[in-house]
């Protein structure tokens, strides 16, 4: 039996391919999960639903802009209407605004990213949460996060504090639920080859070089590495942990 076999899981931010989370819902699906996707590119989102349907595999595509309480509820009353439980939350939509602290819009950076980083992880831990515990039948949350939530980057303060929010929420929000056998636990992945590392790799493959030489295993992260760790977390295999840190970072910040 597959260890997600029966499991209703909405993931976040699908659009992006090669993208984390396209790779957390397609690993979801391929362990037997009905994926639900959702991102504001509604075609890219589409497109991501029917590569993974392409595999056999179970995916809905929904448009979703995780910064509106309405695309909230419509969502989540879409998902129990059609599917009739939420059992897996991965809150990874998010955005990244870099720039040094006194630089212009640096504000405007930092208003945008919290509607996306933080308040739509609020909200969208909010709604499964009630959709949980109205179920009885406990759950998993995984906010992706960052280890840029753990430690400082040059040039990253706004996005830093929103990804600093998301790690201490998901712990407080693992205090109220653990009884109901709600399980919230964060991610924190270090450089990852997204599509826009990717695109970035081609522009300047002598920068991403040096990137690669000081993280200790010698290679950025792929999207699937953080899949791995999402699909441990959505498991039963993870009934025993909440309120944890897992940084997926091929051992940067240890040093």
Not at 72 to 90: A, K
Not at 96 to 121: F, M, P, T, W, Y
Not at 157 to 171: D, P
Request: proline share 2%; hydrophobic share 45%; net charge negative.
């Amino acid at each position: 039996m597959r260890r997600l076999e029966g499991k209703v899981a909405l993931v976040t931010g699908g659009a992006s391919r090669p993208g984390i989370g396209f790779a957390i819902a397609k690993r979801l699906a391929e362990e037997g999960a009905q994926v639900i996707l959702t991102d504001v590119d509604t075609s890219g989102v589409e497109e991501s639903a029917a590569m993974i349907r392409e595999m056999n595999l179970s995916a809905t595509a929904m448009r979703q802009d995780v910064s509106l309480q309405a695309d909230w509820d419509q969502v989540i009353e879409r998902i129990l209407t059609d599917f009739g439980r939420i059992d897996i939350l991965v809150n990874n939509a998010g955005i990244l605004d870099v720039g040094e602290i006194d630089s212009d819009g640096a504000v405007a950076g930092l208003k945008r990213q919290l509607s996306v980083n933080v308040e739509g992880v609020f909200m969208g831990t909010q709604a499964a949460v009630k959709a949980m515990r109205a179920a009885s039948q406990g759950g998993s949350i995984v906010n992706i996060s960052s280890v840029a939530g753990k430690v400082g980057f040059r040039g990253s303060a706004s996005y830093a504090a929103t990804k600093g929010a998301v790690k201490l929420m998901t712990k407080s929000v693992a205090l109220e639920t653990a009884a109901e056998g709600i399980r919230v636990n964060s991610v924190h992945p270090g450089i990852i080859r997204t599509n826009m590392a990717a695109e970035g790799l081609e522009e300047n493959a002598d920068n991403y070089a040096a990137i690669e030489a000081v993280i200790p295993m010698g290679r950025l992260g792929e999207p699937e590495d953080i899949a791995n760790c999402v699909l441990f977390l959505a498991s039963d295999e993870a009934g025993y942990v909440t309120g944890a840190e897992f940084v997926v970072d091929g051992g940067y910040i240890a040093q």
